[in-house]
T-cell receptor, first 115, second 114 residues
Framework: AQTVTQSQPEMSVQEAETVTLSCTYDTSENNYYLFWYKQPPSRQMILVIRQEAYKQQNATENRFSVNFQKAAKSFSLKISDSQLGDTAMYFCAFINNNAGNMLTFGGGTRLMVKP | KAGVTQTPRYLIKTRGQQVTLSCSPISGHRSVSWYQQTPGQGLQFLFEYFSETQRNKGNFPGRFSGRQFSNSRSEMNVSTLELGDSALYLC?????????????FGPGTRLTVL
C-alpha cells in the first residue's frame, strides 16, 4: 500500500516571497505519478502540478515547481512570488499507474499568504 | 465544457437514514471516482467506476455503495448513516481507464449527520 506524508500542517509566507511545501511518500511501485492539489476555501480541488515518476526533469507550471527526488521518495512544491490567491490547503497525492484512478492523498498543508 | 457537477451541494440527515449523492462527469469522461474528506481522516478513496463497472474500491464498509449509469453519471449511496459519515464527498471524473488520466473534481456534497 502507498502512503503519503506531509509533515507541515500549517505554513505562512509573505506576499511575493517563496515557500516550499514538503511531501514524502512510500511505495514499492516503479511506475506512478505524483501531484500537488490546491483546495481553496471554496473546497474545489484544483490540480496545481504533476510529475511522472519516470521523468527525471522536475515539473514546472508558471510560479509552481517541484523538487522530485525519486530515490529519497520526496516530492516538494515550491511556490515563487506568492500571491494572496495562493492561500489554500495543499495536498500531495500519489497514483499507481496500474491501479486506475485511485489517488492516495497526504494530510495536507494549510498555507496562508500574508499581505 | 461544463465541469463536474454534484448534487445536492448540502445535505442534512439523521442517524440511521440513508442518502444518495449524485455526480455528473464532464461530457465524454467515462471514469468517475469518489472520495470522502473529513478533518480526522483526511481524503480517502471510496471507489471508482468506469463504463458502469466498479474498478477499484477503498477500505470502507459495505454501507457505502455506488453505481454508474450508461451516460457515465454516478451515484453513491450510504445506508444506515452514522455520525462519522459526516463529511465532504468529492467526485472526480477523467476521460478513460488504464494509464493515468487527469482527474477533474466537482465542488463536493457536504453531508451532515445528526
Amino acid at each position: 500500500a502507498q502512503t503519503v506524508t506531509q509533515s507541515q500542517p500549517e505554513m505562512s509566507v509573505q506576499e511575493a516571497e517563496t515557500v516550499t511545501l514538503s511531501c514524502t511518500y512510500d511505495t514499492s511501485e516503479n511506475n506512478y505519478y505524483l501531484f500537488w492539489y490546491k483546495q481553496p476555501p471554496s473546497r474545489q480541488m484544483i490540480l496545481v502540478i504533476r510529475q511522472e515518476a519516470y521523468k527525471q526533469q522536475n515539473a514546472t507550471e508558471n510560479r509552481f515547481s517541484v523538487n522530485f527526488q525519486k530515490a529519497a521518495k520526496s516530492f516538494s512544491l515550491k511556490i515563487s512570488d506568492s500571491q494572496l490567491g495562493d492561500t489554500a490547503m495543499y495536498f500531495c497525492a500519489f497514483i499507481n499507474n496500474n491501479a486506475g484512478n485511485m489517488l492516495t492523498f497526504g494530510g495536507g498543508t494549510r498555507l496562508m499568504v500574508k499581505p | 465544457k461544463a465541469g463536474v457537477t454534484q448534487t445536492p451541494r448540502y445535505l442534512i440527515k439523521t442517524r440511521g437514514q440513508q442518502v444518495t449523492l449524485s455526480c455528473s462527469p464532464i461530457s465524454g469522461h467515462r471514469s468517475v471516482s469518489w472520495y470522502q474528506q473529513t478533518p480526522g481522516q483526511g481524503l480517502q478513496f471510496l471507489f471508482e467506476y468506469f463504463s458502469e463497472t466498479q474498478r477499484n474500491k477503498g477500505n470502507f464498509p459495505g454501507r457505502f455503495s455506488g453505481r454508474q449509469f450508461s451516460n457515465s453519471r454516478s451515484e453513491m449511496n450510504v445506508s444506515t448513516l452514522e455520525l462519522g459519515d459526516s463529511a465532504l464527498y468529492l467526485c472526480a471524473s477523467s476521460p478513460g481507464a488504464g494509464l493515468y488520466n487527469e482527474q477533474f473534481f466537482g465542488p463536493g456534497t457536504r453531508l451532515t449527520v445528526l
